[in-house]
């Protein structure tokens, strides 16, 4: 569910997303056209099992929080099993030109 998204003074979106018993999400990366894309999860409640996050080169990786560069580092979501996972992201970019 998106919450919040603006173009200015640095574009971002923030969503509360839910990850329901038995999804899963394949390694990709997020392109964007211009800049550089920063995207800060918080895990609010996590499965009895499964749904690990997954990244090749987060900036920070810590037990709840997990800050990582989505347009650079393929990253993942492990299948979820036994409950749904919460998560509050929060994306931005910076760099942009000709705004």
Known sequence: MLLLTAPWPI???SYLIRYPDG???PPHKDPVQLGRHYRLN????????GGEFV???PIYSGSR?????????EHSVTRVAGGSRYV????WV?????R
Request: glycine letters at 8%; proline letters at 9%.
């Open 11 to 13: 574009p971002f979106d």
């Open 94 to 98: 910076l760099g942009r030109k000709g």
């Open 23 to 25: 999804s899963e999400i």
């Open 88 to 91: 509050f992201s929060i994306g």
């Open 55 to 57: 990244c090749k080169d």
């Open 42 to 49: 918080v895990i609010l409640k996590a499965p009895k099992s």
């Open 65 to 73: 929080i997990k800050l990582f560069r989505p347009d650079v580092s």
